[in-house]
Structures are given as C-alpha cells and as structure tokens.
C-alpha cells in the first residue's frame, strides 16, 4: 500500500516540526489530517493548508500512516478505541510517544499491526533532529522507507533492530540535547567570569558547539582524534581538556547516561500495562 494521506494524533511541538519539514520537502499539505483538542494548534494547522479535526477516530479511518503524537500517560485511552478502526483499515501506526513499547500499542489496537517506533528530539523543531527508528515485523519495505523520508525531513534518522536499542538512543539522542544545553550554560557562566557579555557568550558558544557537529558529521576522523588536533603541547586547550580528565569527565558523561537508560527502562515498563 503506498502511503499518500498521513494524519497525527496529537498537534504539539513534535508534530509541527514534522509536519513543517515534510511541506517544505514537497510533501502536500492537503494530504495531512490533524488531531488536537486545541483550537489555536488545529488553526495553525489549518491555515497551512491541513485538515483538522478534534476526533481521533477520523484520522484512523481517513490516513494511509497515524502518527501517535500524545503524551505517554494518555496514550492507552486515546488509542484504544480507535482498536476497531486500525483493524479495519490497517494503517501504518508510528509513535513518537517516549517509553511505550510497540508491543503495548499493537495489542491496544487489536493486533497484528505494522508499527514503527522511533525517539526523535527537540532539535527537530529547527529540522536538525537525530531520531532512532524500529520497525516490527508487520511493518512493509515501503512503509519503512516512507517513515525514513518523513524523519529525514527533520534531521538525521537511524534504525535500530533491537527495540530495546531506542533506550540507548534515548540516552545519546532523544534527552541528549539537554546535557548540551547544560553544558553550553555553564560555559557561558564562565565565560561571563572572564568579562564576556552574555549574548557574546551565546554566540561564540553556539557557533562553537555547531563547528564542531558538523566536522564530526562530516569528516571520517574519530572524534578522539579531533580532540587531540586542538591540542597543542602545552597550550592552552590542552590545559583544559587536562582539567576536563583530571575531574573525570568520562565518568561523570557515563554515569548520566547511565541513569538515563535505567529510567527509560523504568518508564517502559510502568506505562506498558
């Protein structure tokens, strides 16, 4: 089945982005249908050209692919009536819905359907999200590569082919701007110390933080190795990179991570029931 009208439940932040990257990649605007209970989300929607509705069950019955766009603790009791529906349309389900197993949405459904899971993240809302993908065994060749091209629209997409993989890509990925954000802000704090403006801070820092993205997306060299070419002997940012070790920079990088896929694992395994 090709996959021509695509329809959301949920219309948040998550949601616009996607839908804001596949219309500026051509896709039509017409050929997507909106859920929310919000009126001013469903106008935004509206007034770029999408069909808009305030019942769930008109996007299980209008879509080609549904994408499950509502928070974790809601997501039962939004998809399970809509069982009936999926099962006489057989749509390809995608949840970008944090912790809930493919597994729990399948048998909420009633069974047997294609679902792609993913982990997408903020950054998707300036189109330079890195989203991990996992396709169970219902799920076509097809639809996987329609579900590729829609997170492709809004940054980088990775599939895993272990679903238990997404808690790890939680870990680097889907909470991983925050451990950016907090360090960018405290090297801001710093760099106030030392007679910077704040907005001076942000600027130099932001562009530094972008630089040094786009040489680890876009040269072969480890990163390790890039870290070392900074370095001179007994210069400045070797003096750094020393203090960043002597305090255990990896450690302390591990350990967070760490707690993060635990609690992912915690989160899954409360909201599956």
Same mark, same amino acid.
């Given at each position: +089945?090709s996959?021509?009208k695509?329809?959301?439940?949920?219309?948040?932040?998550?949601?616009?982005a =996607? =839908?804001g990257?596949?219309?500026?990649?051509?896709?039509?605007?017409?050929? =997507?249908?909106?859920?929310d209970?919000?009126?001013?989300?469903?106008?935004?929607?509206?007034n770029?050209?999408? &069909?808009t509705?305030?019942?769930?069950?008109?996007?299980?019955?209008?879509?080609?692919?549904?994408?499950?766009?509502? *928070?974790?603790?809601v997501?039962k009791?939004?998809?399970?009536p809509?069982a009936?529906?999926?099962?006489q349309h057989?749509?390809?389900?995608?949840?970008?819905?944090a912790?809930?197993?493919?597994?729990?949405?399948?048998?909420?459904l009633?069974g047997n359907n294609?679902i792609?899971?993913t982990?997408p993240?903020?950054?998707?809302l300036? &189109?330079?999200?890195?989203?991990?993908?996992?396709?169970?065994?219902?799920t076509?060749?097809?639809?996987?590569q329609?579900?590729?091209?829609?997170?492709?629209?809004?940054?980088?997409?990775v599939?895993?082919?272990?679903?238990?993989?997404?808690?790890?890509?939680?870990?680097a990925?889907?909470?991983a701007?925050a451990?950016?954000?907090r360090?960018a802000?405290?090297?801001? *704090?710093?760099?106030?110390?030392?007679?910077l403006s704040?907005q001076?801070a942000r600027e130099?820092i932001?562009q530094?933080?972008l630089?040094?993205? *786009?040489?680890?997306?876009?040269?072969?060299?480890?990163?390790?190795q +890039?870290c070392k070419?900074v370095?001179?002997?007994?210069?400045?940012?070797?003096?750094?990179?020393?203090?960043?070790e002597?305090?255990?920079i990896?450690?302390i990088?591990?350990?967070a991570?760490?707690a993060?896929?635990?609690?992912? =694992?915690?989160?899954?395994?409360?909201l599956?029931?």
């Amino acid at each position: +089945m090709s996959i021509q009208k695509l329809g959301f439940i949920g219309g948040g932040n998550m949601a616009n982005a =996607i =839908i804001g990257g596949l219309i500026e990649s051509g896709f039509a605007a017409s050929d =997507i249908m909106v859920c929310d209970l919000n009126e001013a989300q469903l106008t935004r929607f509206a007034n770029a050209g999408s &069909k808009t509705t305030t019942q769930a069950v008109d996007v299980m019955q209008w879509a080609d692919a549904v994408v499950l766009a509502v *928070k974790p603790q809601v997501l039962k009791a939004v998809v399970t009536p809509l069982a009936e529906y999926a099962q006489q349309h057989r749509p390809l389900v995608i949840s970008i819905v944090a912790a809930i197993p493919s597994t729990s949405i399948d048998q909420w459904l009633g069974g047997n359907n294609p679902i792609i899971r993913t982990m997408p993240n903020t950054p998707a809302l300036v &189109k330079a999200g890195a989203t991990g993908l996992f396709a169970n065994e219902r799920t076509s060749e097809a639809q996987q590569q329609f579900a590729e091209q829609l997170f492709s629209a809004i940054g980088q997409a990775v599939w895993v082919s272990d679903e238990n993989l997404l808690h790890s890509v939680t870990a680097a990925a889907g909470s991983a701007p925050a451990y950016f954000f907090r360090f960018a802000e405290a090297m801001t *704090k710093a760099a106030m110390t030392q007679n910077l403006s704040e907005q001076q801070a942000r600027e130099l820092i932001g562009q530094t933080m972008l630089g040094a993205a *786009k040489m680890i997306m876009e040269t072969d060299e480890s990163i390790e190795q +890039m870290c070392k070419n900074v370095c001179s002997p007994n210069g400045t940012t070797e003096r750094a990179v020393a203090s960043f070790e002597s305090n255990h920079i990896d450690s302390i990088v591990g350990q967070a991570m760490t707690a993060c896929y635990e609690r992912s =694992i915690e989160l899954s395994e409360q909201l599956a029931d």
